[in-house]
C-alpha cells in the first residue's frame, strides 16, 4: 500500500483540531501526519522523511509549502491543501479552498509538472519580489501573530500598504536595476497567474506567466498614485514603457542602489543589494 505523508502547520490560519481529523480522514489510507513544531521544521521533515513516502501532502499556509520544496531532494508527488490565511499556491493550482475538499482530491489526482523559481540558493512556487512588495511582508510580520498564532488578515495588509505608501510620499523611484532590461522602483518575478490574492480579489500582476513556463519579471520604472492604480488595475493599463516586463524568462540578475527587502512566497529574506533569480523548468510534481 501506498504510504503518504501529511505535514500540518497546527498555527495556519485555517487550521485546527476539527478540520485536520477531517483531512486525514478524507486523504488516502496509510497517511501519516507529522506537525511542524518550530519555523524549519517543515524543510526538515520534507528532507529526513521523503525517502520513505510515496507521497508528502501539506495542511498550511504558503510559507510551510515553500519549506517543503526547499526540503525536498528527491521526486515525490506534493499535494498542497490550503490551511493558512490566503494560500496562494493550491488556489493557484485550481484546488479547491476548502481543505477537506482539497483533500479529498488526492485519493484519485491528477498529476502535474511545474517550474520553481529560485533566487540566491532558495526556491519559490509562485512569487518573489525586491522593494515595496517585500517591505509589506516585512511590515506584516512586524505585527507579529495574535495569540492563537494566527497571521494578520488581508485588511491589515491593505491597511499596512497604504501606509507604507503613504510613508514613501504616495511615489515610487527607480531604486534598482535589472541587468541588460534597465533601471525599475521595484520588482516582482512570479511563476503563475495570479500573483498573489486580496481576499477573493486576484492580483494579475503578470497574467500570461504559467506554472509550466519560465519566470515572468514585472518592474515598474516609477509608481504614483495613478500608476500603482493602473499597476493593481483600478485604472486603464498605463502607457508602453512604463514597466520592464519579461515573460518565460530563464532568468534575472538585479542589483539594487542600497540594501532592499526580498521576499518569497510571502517570506522575509532580508535585505540585498544583489540578487539572481533562475528558473527551474519540471522541477516538481504537484497533486491536482
Not at 4 to 31: C, H, K
Not at 53 to 75: H, K
Not at 195 to 217: K, N, S, V
Amino acid at each position: 500500500m501506498a504510504r503518504g505523508l501529511l505535514i500540518v502547520n497546527p498555527y495556519a490560519s485555517a487550521v485546527d483540531e476539527r478540520r485536520l481529523a477531517a483531512v486525514q480522514a478524507a486523504l488516502p489510507a496509510g497517511t501519516e501526519t507529522a506537525l511542524t513544531e518550530r519555523q524549519g521544521h517543515a524543510r526538515d521533515l520534507a528532507r529526513d522523511l521523503s525517502g520513505d513516502v510515496d507521497a508528502i501532502y501539506v495542511l498550511s499556509g504558503d510559507g510551510t509549502y515553500n519549506e517543503v520544496v526547499n526540503g525536498l531532494d528527491r521526486d515525490v508527488p506534493v499535494g498542497f491543501l490550503p490551511g493558512g490565511g490566503t494560500s496562494v499556491l493550491p488556489r493557484a493550482l485550481g484546488l479547491p479552498r476548502q481543505p477537506v475538499a482539497a483533500a479529498a482530491r488526492m485519493r484519485s489526482p491528477r498529476r502535474r509538472r511545474i517550474s520553481l523559481g529560485r533566487v540566491d540558493g532558495r526556491r519559490f512556487t509562485f512569487s518573489a519580489g525586491i522593494g515595496f512588495d517585500a517591505e509589506l511582508v516585512r511590515a506584516i510580520d512586524a505585527i507579529g501573530r495574535n495569540a492563537d498564532g494566527r497571521r494578520p488578515g488581508d485588511l491589515a495588509f491593505l491597511g499596512t500598504g497604504l501606509r507604507l505608501f503613504a510613508r514613501h510620499g504616495w511615489k515610487l523611484e527607480p531604486a534598482l536595476e535589472i541587468e541588460g532590461r534597465g533601471r525599475a522602483a521595484l520588482i516582482l518575478v512570479a511563476n503563475c497567474d495570479p500573483y498573489t490574492y486580496c481576499g477573493a480579489l486576484p492580483m494579475r500582476f503578470a497574467p500570461a506567466a504559467r506554472f509550466e513556463a519560465g519566470l515572468d519579471l514585472v518592474a515598474p520604472r516609477r509608481l504614483g498614485t495613478l500608476a500603482t492604480a493602473r499597476f493593481l488595475g483600478l485604472a486603464p493599463v498605463a502607457r508602453s514603457g512604463s514597466h520592464v516586463v519579461a515573460h518565460d524568462a530563464d532568468g534575472a540578475v538585479v542589483r539594487c542602489d542600497r540594501p532592499l527587502p526580498l521576499q518569497v512566497d510571502g517570506e522575509d529574506l532580508g535585505d540585498v543589494t544583489e540578487a539572481v533569480f533562475a528558473v527551474e523548468r519540471e522541477a516538481l510534481t504537484v497533486l491536482v
